[in-house]
């Protein structure tokens, strides 16, 4: 390698240090500007450094001032499209980063659709882009489930607050009058006495249930329970209550040895379908029928559904079925036979930890109450 070699590359390797302590000293000093002006100063520094370099080496070689003008031109147009270049890839990069701390301050926020991220971006930050409204839309739903579990606890308070307060308003009544002599029927304020009392312990009990079921106690011990044997036995207990309701009230399983058995527990079963069959024969209208259908789907699940006969439930009340406390009725003074409606708000919670679905359909003259559960496993 001769001298002149030797001179050229040690000026490149001189003027490239240099630029690059300087180039670095400015960056440091704009590392807290935008984004896009840093990438500016980064992109400068190395064809600061080429120009620089190709200069000098230039004026070393002693090329004619022609040719020293066609490679500094062209170096500079290089340069300036470099620089066009980190501007617009600075330009992109900070719009969508202000899209991504707009997104950021509106998590938790109402979801509203908003117009997907635009433009030429990185596709990494379209891609943050995309989660982040992905989790602005669950955070919502959230919220929005939140306000309403917290809306169904203030009116299960009210209600329940209502419906305790008459039967204590009636024990009350009786009470005074026993205790000033005004009564002449002892033996049957007594038993009102009784009666109102096993009704208030009838809300408590749902209550307890019910804040059992929220509470995601630990799982029970299951087993294997057959909804053909499950639902002729709730039949059998509540044939009484049909028959003073004038209610008629039967049974229809599939013909077959098949027991439709589901993996789970007898007594939160039993007392799902209970409280369907009670709430159908309740809202069933004299001389009418409620049905218990126990049958397979296609895709294997098990299927238990309660028709009734009362006329059907408004389309705008079928998504609030389900609610805390709600009754389908504008009064609030429940008969001496009523709940505090919670019944299907505990029919589903008991559906929903076995890993099943309940949902309600209107039919001709009433609607169908349908419980879905997943068979007991084939190695059990």
Known sequence: ?????????????????????????????FRRRSLRVTMIVAALAPMAAALAAVLQSVRAMFISEHDSWVVLWTLAFAALLGLGMSVLLGHWISAGSRDVG???????????????????????????TDELEMTREKLAASHARERALEASRRELVAFMSHDLRTPLAGLRAVAEGLEDGVIDDV??????????????????????????????ALPRKRSAVSLRELAEDVAGENGEHARASGVDLTVSTPPGDDRLAVQGDPDELTRAVTNLVGNAIRHTVPGGTVKLLVDRETDGRVRLAVTDGCGGIPADDLDRVF??????????????????GLGLAIARGVVESHDGQIGVTNIDGGCAFQIELPPVPANT
């Open 102 to 128: 707009q997104r950021l301050r509106r998590l938790g926020t109402t979801y509203e659709p908003s117009d997907r991220l635009t433009g030429a971006v990185p596709a990494e930050l379209a891609a943050l």
């Open 323 to 340: 609610d805390i406390g709600w009754r389908g009725d504008e009064q609030r003074t429940p008969a001496a036979t009523s709940g505090g």
């Open 1 to 29: 390698m001769n001298r002149d070699t030797m001179t050229i590359l040690a000026l490149t390797t001189l003027w490239t240090l240099v630029v690059a302590v300087i180039g670095g000293a400015i960056l440091y000093q």
């Open 187 to 216: 033996p049957a304020a007594l038993r009102q006495m009784r009666s109102t009392v096993d009704r208030m312990t009838g809300l408590v009990d749902d209550l307890f249930e019910l804040s059992r079921l929220s509470a995601a």
